[in-house]
């Protein structure tokens, strides 16, 4: 039991609190209840004594958090009131931010001056995201461009909770790739050296390491994140993402290192140490190392905390003071929230949070049951692994609705290498590289890149197993408010309380799950959610009897980003689908297709309808081998009535098969699904020639809810299709950022003309129809449902 709770730990707590508050008030509500209720049982002090002060952190936190959102919010509904789709902008401004972007440099620039088609929208002080400026452009540098502008990928689907603080922290409304930049004026602060260092030092890597550990060895000194598909996910299935990310183990040795070798080279001058102390000039010396250094390694959420944690334990030793552990926890919180107010929303800053509460609170524990024999050193390595684990393991679930199976044993082998090994003769590769050159880079470039290929086999070895990876359920914010509130609980209250904690925690874990999947799998009602994947299709369909079926999954050429890995897959996730009656594709295009290999990988799937011209060959070899393995019906099928999961599914076109000469758009499977009296229609890419013929063929198009066909392009919809289908809604599936212009004039035209209500996912977000075959419900992810 805590008598005493530390203040800055009530304040750090209340901090967080208010910002996740804005757009969670009733999981933090209810989670803060049950804390304050284990204090008042407790009697623990600080928290009755500072309550005021804290609701007062609480409110301004939530204040800030909340301006932050407001104004994203003003700035994305002046963009898209003003370039609405992609245009060339001639554009000024400064450059206020360097991320990189799936191994892309990229640079934020803060418009002073935009012209936009001979147009001077009024987008000033607003940012853009631009790629293809000069290689040494830095944070402060005045830029002009000629640059592809459009408005930033924006997807929303409430499933996956709210992405409102996700971008604001991105803070641009408009990214782009520049066709010609020059740089007016170099910036000249400590940030633009900052910037032009990494840059030196990511061309020293490029030097010194093999390059096939290059993007590794770029994670580990810069914090970017360009590994290979194959090595990501060898990386995140065995547990070891960590190892690459920026965190405290890195600032730790890091800048502990360096003052340690202040203090040793200070300790030798004995003018020097005879008037000062070493130790404490040393500290003092490290504070703004480690403000240099966390900008040096990508200034990332996770980094940021760690600094703050640092910066607050070096003060205190320059000042001569014991530091205290659990506030100096707290206060690296209240800093790093007082700098960012959306940082309670950056998945590495919780994970780092997580972790940290992780060895301090359940370390001990977790050493104590261990057995008494081990080494030491392995004992107290194995308690950090668990304990870090364990707290973390709620967040790694949300992510990837998995858990990696040998975590432990691959964090046992792999922490001493990538930590004592491979993180500092990276650093120094690096280094060398970028300064000296020759044989001394040569050398410890292949040092370097020899501990990062033994990491990497650690991680490839513990990915390999089908089981290294164990299927979780992501945890609801309700769940993940249930866990927080137990944690705190028991740190407040007594040992033999804990059992009792455990039992009602557990209990309640399990309602909501029950309650959860009730919602999230209806009985007796038809539900079509339209998915926001951006410029494609995919529509997830709740069928009567408690099934599914998917029709396409999305999919962008020529872009890293997978809609069927970043939407749908979590969507299936969260609404605990490991199964689908159907999944479904339309007609073989792009982006209709390349998000299904990643959408359905890991749920089961009873049957693959297509039209006829998916072949074996070519970019669906793989998703056809993989339907081979599991045995998966593919299907091409016949027109007519066919019932799946207690509704009708009427195949209405390409009847009786696709038709060669036909485009593939007008070759789309076209369904109508029934539950009761009502009815959706979904048309894939179907054109007019394939709705002329379905009118022509007579077969019953009537429905209350219409997928537009084609992204709601010229070439679809037209006045008589309407006239036979005869819709009350309509959603158009399309991206905010798509070449095409979708959707035309013409085509939102005849729909407005019909009388028909018009939702598109670029500006709704998903779009949900719900029936019970008789009453009609819709709604769309930017109302909330």
């Known amino acids: 039991m805590r008598e005493r709770v530390d203040p800055s730990l009530v304040l750090s707590a209340a901090a967080i609190a208010g910002a996740v508050a804005v757009v969670r008030p009733g999981p933090v509500a209810a989670a803060l209840a049950v804390v304050l209720l284990a204090s008042r049982l407790r009697g623990a002090r600080a928290i009755g004594r500072i309550a005021f002060l804290a609701a007062i952190v609480a409110a301004l936190s939530a204040h800030r958090a909340a301006g932050a959102l407001a104004r994203d919010s003003d700035g994305w509904s002046r963009v898209r009131a003003h370039v609405p789709r992609a245009e060339r902008c001639a554009i000024e401004g400064r450059v206020v931010s360097m991320p990189t972007v799936r191994g892309a440099l990229a640079a934020d620039v803060e418009l002073e001056t935009i012209t936009c088609d001979s147009r001077a929208p009024p987008l000033t002080g607003l940012r853009a995201r631009v790629y293809d400026l000069p290689a040494d452009v830095a944070r402060g540098d005045r830029v002009e461009a000629i640059a592809q502008l459009a408005p930033s990928r924006r997807t929303m689907v409430p499933d996956l909770g709210d992405p409102r603080p996700a971008w604001a922290r991105r803070a641009h409304v408009l990214s782009g790739g520049a066709v010609?930049?020059?740089?007016?004026?170099?910036?000249?602060?400590?940030?633009?050296?900052?910037?032009?260092?990494?840059?030196?030092?990511?061309?020293?890597?490029?030097?010194?390491?093999?390059?096939?550990?290059?993007?590794?060895?770029?994670?580990?000194?810069?914090?970017?994140?360009?590994?290979?598909?194959?090595?990501?996910?060898?990386?995140?299935?065995?547990?070891?993402?960590?190892?690459?990310?920026?965190?405290?183990?890195?600032?730790?040795?890091?800048?502990?290192?360096?003052?340690?070798?202040?203090?040793?080279?200070?300790?030798?001058?004995?003018?020097?140490?005879?008037?000062?102390?070493p130790a404490r000039l040393a500290a003092a010396i490290g504070v703004p190392l480690a403000l240099v250094y966390e900008q040096v390694a990508g200034d990332s959420g996770s980094a940021r905390r760690a600094t703050a944690m640092a910066l607050v334990l070096l003060l205190v030793r320059a000042a001569a003071r014991r530091p205290d552990l659990p506030r100096t926890i707290g206060v690296s919180i209240l800093v790093s929230v007082a700098v960012d107010p959306l940082a309670p929303f950056d998945l590495s800053f919780a994970l780092s949070i997580a972790a940290t509460v992780g060895l301090v609170t359940l370390g001990p524990?977790?050493?104590?049951?261990?057995?008494?024999?081990?080494?030491?050193?392995?004992?107290?390595?194995?308690?950090?692994?668990?304990?870090?684990?364990?707290?973390?393991?709620?967040?790694?679930?949300?992510?990837?609705?998995?858990?990696?199976?040998?975590?432990?044993?691959?964090?046992l082998v792999a922490v001493p290498i990538g930590e004592l090994a491979a993180l500092p003769l990276c650093n120094l590769a690096a280094l060398l590289g970028a300064t000296v050159g020759g044989w001394p880079a040569d050398w410890t470039g292949a040092a370097a890149s020899g501990a990062l290929v033994l990491l990497r086999a650690v991680a490839r070895v513990a990915a390999a197993p089908s089981a290294a990876v164990v299927a979780v359920p992501p945890p609801t914010a309700w769940q993940l408010a249930t866990l927080i509130a137990a944690a705190a609980a028991a740190y407040l209250l007594p040992r033999r309380a804990w059992l009792v904690l455990a039992a009602i925690t557990g209990a309640l874990l399990s309602l909501l799950e029950i309650a959860h999947v009730r919602a999230s799998r209806p009985h007796g009602l038809l539900r079509v959610t339209v998915l926001d994947v951006g410029q494609g299709d995919a529509t997830l369909v709740d069928l009567p009897d408690g099934s599914a079926l998917l029709v396409d999954a999305g999919g962008e050429v020529g872009s890293a980003w997978d809609p069927g890995r970043a939407v749908v897959a979590p969507v299936l996730a969260m609404r605990r689908r490991r199964s689908l009656a159907l999944a479904v594709l339309s007609h073989p295009h792009p982006d209709h297709f390349l998000g299904l290999p990643r959408a359905i990988a890991a749920t089961d799937v009873g049957a693959f309808w297509h039209n006829g011209e998916a072949h074996r060959e070519g970019p669906l070899a793989a998703l056809f081998e993989r339907f081979d393995a599991k045995?998966?019906?593919?299907?091409?099928?016949?027109?007519?009535?066919?019932?799946?999961?207690?509704?009708?599914?009427?195949?209405?076109?390409?009847?009786?098969?696709?038709?060669?000469?036909?485009g593939a758009n007008d070759n789309s499977l076209v369904l109508r699904i029934t539950h009761g009296a009502r009815s959706v229609l979904l048309v894939g890419d179907a054109e007019h020639e394939a709705e002329h013929a379905m009118i022509s063929a007579g077969v019953d198009l009537r429905a209350d809810f219409l997928k537009v066909g084609h992204h709601g392009s010229r070439t679809s919809s037209s006045d008589a299709f309407l006239a036979a289908v005869r819709p009350a809604h309509a959603a158009i599936s399309c991206g905010a950022r798509n070449r095409f212009g979708h959707p035309h004039d013409p085509a939102l035209a005849r729909l407005s003309a019909a009388g028909i209500q018009v939702l598109r996912t670029d500006l709704e977000g998903a779009i949900r129809f719900s029936t019970d075959g008789r009453d009609v419900e819709v709604a769309t992810a930017r109302q909330g449902w």
């Open 365 to 411: 524990a977790v050493d104590r049951v261990l057995p008494g024999k081990l080494p030491k050193m392995l004992r107290q390595a194995a308690a950090a692994t668990v304990a870090a684990s364990i707290a973390c393991a709620p967040l790694v679930a949300g992510i990837a609705a998995s858990l990696p199976a040998l975590g432990v044993l691959a964090n």
């Open 180 to 277: 010609v930049a020059s740089v007016r004026a170099r910036g000249s602060g400590v940030l633009a050296t900052i910037d032009r260092a990494r840059g030196r030092l990511r061309r020293g890597i490029a030097v010194a390491f093999a390059a096939d550990v290059a993007p590794i060895a770029r994670a580990m000194v810069l914090g970017e994140e360009d590994l290979a598909e194959g090595d990501d996910e060898a990386f995140r299935r065995s547990g070891l993402t960590h190892l690459l990310a920026v965190s405290g183990s890195h600032v730790a040795l890091v800048v502990g290192g360096l003052v340690w070798l202040l203090q040793t080279a200070f300790v030798r001058v004995t003018w020097l140490a005879r008037r000062v102390s």
């Open 631 to 662: 045995r998966v019906p593919l299907v091409v099928p016949a027109c007519g009535a066919h019932v799946v999961g207690g509704a009708v599914v009427q195949v209405l076109h390409p009847c009786p098969r696709a038709e060669p000469d036909r």
